[in-house]
């Protein structure tokens, strides 16, 4: 009897792994895998279906337009010829939990003209992730013929479903977030050239682009499929694409592409691919990437006062082609009134540009601002009222003149500006500041770097601003820029432990930078950069303030590192102080507070932003997790007062629990009021908030 019910139970369970659907014109033949339902094309193996409980079909296809694997194949006879699995002729293995997809050969695109010669052959393996909840895909190709492959598309997802509404199906980048589905494929009453029509590109990049980590999201706040690759750290991570055709404008094409370059004889292999489907938002997806990057990513300890600030100040000393003294905005002896003015806005780390000539090596002050004594007293005098001074270096780009003695050309690469230049940047009259950027592993340039970075430690000052960090990762070791810096902040580190090293992150090697980056300063304004946020500790992400209340409290919210940089009217960046401007002095002081007041949920907690959302609301809201507590942020973003709704599920967030205490609080922390909610599908209405103003939830289940 026993026996039976155990045979009963394997041929329940194999019922449940492979089925059809009918996601086609015709049945097709499925298997379950972690929840997520894959239909598989039996003629090409290219995916005909996605499905995950409560969240519905999240890809279906025809067999015509399904997808799994393309690449490029240019020939004499036709550049464009592709190789895919919707052209080819499939071979299947299946097991218990896995697939295996062969391609023997993987057939082209077109065939009416002589072909190179051998073959190119295709595996894609995919199976059930142990940890429960994803599944992981793999790819290897072999060149058997006698040209190169220079691209590969993998995973190519073809027929993503707007599961949720064309308005709330969403794309969530690492950096941002893009609605595929609302935005026309050609401008109305528009005619544009046919190339990139339905497309839109998101190459690898660092702060500066959307795509900075090997991971995305599409779904919506009911739920949706994270996917990321296993690669962490490696110098081919892919660019990511999507294409909507006018013909079918509610389908979406998702693709990764790898500059694979595979030349006759070689072989290449894609990695693991893992996709997660999930209840609720990004930040349930992103949950088994987040475990992996901590596994592979050592955990680095950023200085106490960056780790728990609110921010940093810039300040413009001078313009680099500024030669009187009297355009100065700021002189070396200014840097403590300054830092005692950020100290008084919640910041105590101040950034000066402009304080030395740019470009060369030694690192030479500039004699408009004062003398080598005056400067490093004022450090001194800045650290005494509570700030550290962290001066602007710009060094990977070094002058013309110098370009001999590292091996490069003479480039065209000018920086030059000046607020009475027409126009103020790059004139093409000038080359006042041209120069050529020189590769991270030059020998001599690393040289140079360090003696000039360490004459200035041993002078007393211990914190630097990296312009242009540009890191040349390697295929395997530690980038040589990494290897540098590690070298010369462990020497000041011995002098000035909280010293810091912050730069301007510009490549796609974040993956990289957060080794020895404490911070970033790049010209970014308020992004939401949350699932970066909520996977990385380090480098803290900057945000640039001019004199916005708004952007204070978004940036405050999400636990970005505000850049303040308030500015006299018609002048450059940073040329004022920030108790000249009310509004921002305002803000600073008190988002300073309530970050003082909840900083465990900053330092500590887990970065949810949107995705503590069960339904829309007209606010700005972020959420925070602290072990079994949550913290609720909502600003008012709009311009009129009005009660703001909140709803969310709490079950996906703390452990389940017949009651759940809540705290609401006023934007200065005061508690208002204490209730108890009995269902995890918790629903609330804040106070009547005035425009720009703030109000928190926290909430904790009671045991």
Same mark, same amino acid.
């Given at each position: 009897?026993?026996?039976?019910?155990?045979?009963?139970?394997?041929?329940?369970?194999?019922?449940?792994?492979?089925?059809?659907?009918?996601?086609?014109?015709?049945?097709?033949?499925?298997?379950?895998?972690?929840?997520?339902?894959?239909?598989?094309?039996?003629?090409?193996?290219?995916?005909?279906?996605?499905?995950?409980?409560?969240?519905?079909?999240?890809?279906?296809?025809?067999?015509?337009?399904?997808?799994?694997?393309?690449?490029?194949?240019?020939?004499?006879?036709?550049?464009?010829?592709?190789?895919?699995?919707?052209?080819?002729?499939?071979?299947?293995?299946?097991?218990?939990?896995?697939?295996?997809?062969?391609?023997?050969?993987?057939?082209?695109?077109?065939?009416?003209?002589?072909?190179?010669?051998?073959?190119?052959?295709?595996?894609?393996?995919?199976?059930?992730?142990?940890?429960?909840?994803?599944?992981?895909?793999?790819?290897?190709?072999?060149?058997?013929?006698?040209?190169?492959?220079?691209?590969?598309?993998?995973?190519?997802?073809?027929?993503?479903?707007?599961?949720?509404?064309?308005?709330?199906?969403?794309?969530?980048?690492?950096?941002?977030?893009?609605?595929?589905?609302?935005?026309?494929?050609?401008?109305?009453?528009?005619?544009?050239?046919?190339?990139?029509?339905?497309?839109?590109?998101?190459?690898?990049?660092?702060?500066?682009?959307?795509?900075?980590?090997?991971?995305?999201?599409?779904?919506?706040?009911?739920?949706?499929?994270?996917?990321?690759?296993?690669?962490?750290?490696?110098?081919?991570?892919?660019?990511?694409?999507?294409?909507?055709?006018?013909?079918?404008?509610?389908?979406?094409?998702?693709?990764?592409?790898?500059?694979?370059?595979?030349?006759?004889?070689?072989?290449?292999?894609?990695?693991?691919?893992?996709?997660?489907?999930?209840?609720?938002?990004?930040?349930?997806?992103?949950?088994?990437?987040?475990?992996?990057?901590?596994?592979?990513?050592?955990?680095?300890?950023?200085?106490?006062?960056?780790?728990?600030?609110?921010?940093?100040?810039?300040?413009?000393?001078?313009?680099?082609?500024?030669?009187?003294?009297?355009?100065?905005?700021?002189?070396?002896?200014?840097?403590?009134?300054?830092?005692?003015?950020?100290?008084?806005?919640?910041?105590?780390?101040?950034?000066?540009?402009?304080?030395?000539?740019?470009?060369?090596?030694?690192?030479?002050?500039?004699?408009?601002?004062?003398?080598?004594?005056?400067?490093?007293?004022?450090?001194?005098?800045?650290?005494?009222?509570?700030?550290?001074?962290?001066?602007?270096?710009?060094?990977?780009?070094?002058?013309?003149?110098?370009?001999?003695?590292?091996?490069?050309?003479?480039?065209?690469?000018?920086?030059?500006?000046?607020?009475?230049?027409?126009?103020?940047?790059?004139?093409?009259?000038?080359?006042?500041?041209?120069?050529?950027?020189?590769?991270?592993?030059?020998?001599?340039?690393?040289?140079?770097?360090?003696?000039?970075?360490?004459?200035?430690?041993?002078?007393?000052?211990?914190?630097?601003?990296?312009?242009?960090?540009?890191?040349?990762?390697?295929?395997?070791?530690?980038?040589?820029?990494?290897?540098?810096?590690?070298?010369?902040?462990?020497?000041?580190?011995?002098?000035?432990?909280?010293?810091?090293?912050?730069?301007?992150?510009?490549?796609?090697?974040?993956?990289?930078?957060?080794?020895?980056?404490?911070?970033?300063?790049?010209?970014?304004?308020?992004?939401?950069?949350?699932?970066?946020?909520?996977?990385?500790?380090?480098?803290?992400?900057?945000?640039?303030?001019?004199?916005?209340?708004?952007?204070?409290?978004?940036?405050?919210?999400?636990?970005?590192?505000?850049?303040?940089?308030?500015?006299?009217?018609?002048?450059?960046?940073?040329?004022?102080?920030?108790?000249?401007?009310?509004?921002?002095?305002?803000?600073?002081?008190?988002?300073?507070?309530?970050?003082?007041?909840?900083? *465990?949920? =900053? &330092?500590? @907690?887990?970065? /949810? $932003? %949107?995705?503590? !959302?069960? #339904?829309?609301? *007209?606010? =700005? &809201?972020? @959420?925070?997790? /602290? $072990? %079994?507590?949550? !913290?609720? #942020?909502?600003?008012?973003?709009?311009?009129?007062?009005?009660?703001?709704?909140?709803?969310?599920?709490?079950?996906?967030?703390?452990?389940?629990?017949?009651?759940?205490?809540?705290?609401?609080?006023?934007?200065?922390?005061?508690?208002?009021?204490?209730?108890?909610?009995?269902?995890?599908?918790?629903?609330?209405?804040?106070?009547?908030?005035?425009?720009?103003?703030?109000?928190?939830?926290?909430?904790?289940?009671?045991?």
């Amino acid at each position: 009897m026993a026996r039976d019910k155990r045979h009963s139970a394997f041929l329940i369970s194999i019922l449940t792994v492979f089925g059809f659907v009918s996601a086609t014109s015709a049945a097709t033949p499925t298997i379950t895998l972690n929840g997520l339902t894959i239909g598989v094309d039996e003629e090409t193996g290219s995916i005909l279906y996605l499905a995950y409980p409560e969240v519905g079909v999240i890809l279906q296809a025809t067999p015509q337009a399904a997808g799994l694997l393309d690449m490029a194949y240019p020939v004499d006879a036709f550049v464009p010829l592709r190789l895919a699995s919707r052209f080819s002729k499939a071979r299947i293995g299946r097991a218990r939990d896995a697939i295996t997809i062969t391609w023997d050969p993987l057939a082209p695109s077109r065939g009416n003209f002589p072909m190179p010669s051998g073959k190119i052959t295709a595996q894609i393996g995919i199976r059930a992730a142990v940890d429960g909840k994803s599944v992981i895909l793999t790819c290897r190709v072999e060149n058997q013929s006698s040209a190169p492959v220079p691209q590969v598309i993998f995973p190519d997802l073809r027929g993503l479903q707007p599961f949720d509404g064309l308005e709330q199906t969403r794309l969530r980048l690492p950096r941002g977030e893009v609605s595929p589905f609302t935005e026309p494929i050609r401008a109305p009453d528009s005619a544009p050239f046919y190339v990139g029509r339905g497309w839109k590109d998101y190459p690898p990049a660092g702060y500066y682009g959307l795509n900075a980590l090997r991971w995305l999201d599409y779904g919506s706040l009911r739920g949706g499929l994270s996917v990321f690759q296993k690669k962490w750290g490696t110098p081919d991570m892919p660019g990511v694409r999507t294409h909507r055709a006018e013909s079918s404008p509610n389908n979406l094409r998702l693709m990764w592409e790898h500059k694979a370059s595979i030349q006759p004889g070689k072989s290449w292999e894609s990695g693991e691919f893992w996709l997660t489907p999930h209840l609720g938002g990004w930040a349930k997806g992103i949950e088994v990437f987040r475990n992996y990057v901590r596994e592979v990513n050592s955990p680095r300890q950023v200085p106490k006062h960056v780790r728990d600030g609110l921010g940093f100040q810039t300040i413009w000393m001078i313009q680099t082609a500024e030669m009187d003294p009297a355009k100065a905005a700021f002189r070396y002896a200014d840097l403590p009134r300054v830092a005692q003015d950020a100290v008084a806005h919640g910041l105590d780390e101040v950034v000066p540009w402009g304080w030395c000539t740019y470009s060369t090596m030694p690192i030479p002050l500039r004699s408009e601002l004062g003398g080598q004594q005056e400067f490093l007293d004022s450090l001194h005098k800045a650290r005494q009222v509570g700030a550290n001074i962290a001066p602007f270096i710009s060094v990977q780009i070094v002058r013309n003149r110098y370009a001999s003695r590292y091996g490069v050309p003479p480039a065209t690469s000018d920086w030059t500006y000046h607020p009475e230049l027409i126009p103020n940047f790059r004139p093409f009259y000038t080359k006042f500041w041209d120069g050529a950027s020189v590769e991270s592993d030059n020998e001599v340039w690393k040289k140079d770097v360090e003696t000039a970075l360490t004459q200035w430690i041993n002078l007393g000052l211990h914190s630097f601003c990296w312009d242009v960090f540009s890191t040349k990762v390697k295929e395997k070791g530690k980038p040589d820029l990494i290897t540098l810096l590690e070298k010369v902040r462990t020497l000041a580190q011995a002098k000035d432990p909280e010293s810091t090293f912050s730069a301007e992150s510009v490549a796609a090697s974040l993956e990289h930078d957060n080794q020895v980056v404490d911070y970033t300063w790049n010209w970014v304004d308020y992004v939401d950069a949350s699932p970066i946020l909520n996977v990385l500790r380090t480098p803290r992400l900057n945000c640039d303030v001019e004199d916005s209340p708004l952007v204070v409290k978004q940036a405050f919210c999400d636990g970005l590192y505000l850049n303040v940089m308030p500015i006299k009217p018609d002048q450059p960046n940073g040329t004022a102080l920030i108790s000249e401007v009310p509004s921002l002095s305002s803000a600073l002081k008190e988002t300073a507070a309530l970050r003082k007041q909840f900083l *465990p949920f =900053f &330092v500590d @907690g887990i970065l /949810l $932003g %949107d995705s503590v !959302l069960s #339904a829309p609301t *007209p606010a =700005f &809201v972020r @959420g925070r997790q /602290l $072990g %079994d507590r949550l !913290l609720i #942020a909502v600003l008012n973003a709009q311009n009129q007062a009005r009660h703001i709704s909140v709803r969310s599920s709490l079950d996906l967030w703390l452990p389940q629990a017949e009651t759940y205490q809540i705290k609401y609080y006023d934007s200065q922390g005061k508690v208002v009021k204490t209730k108890s909610s009995q269902v995890s599908r918790w629903q609330d209405v804040t106070e009547l908030l005035q425009p720009l103003e703030l109000a928190f939830f926290e909430i904790w289940p009671t045991r």
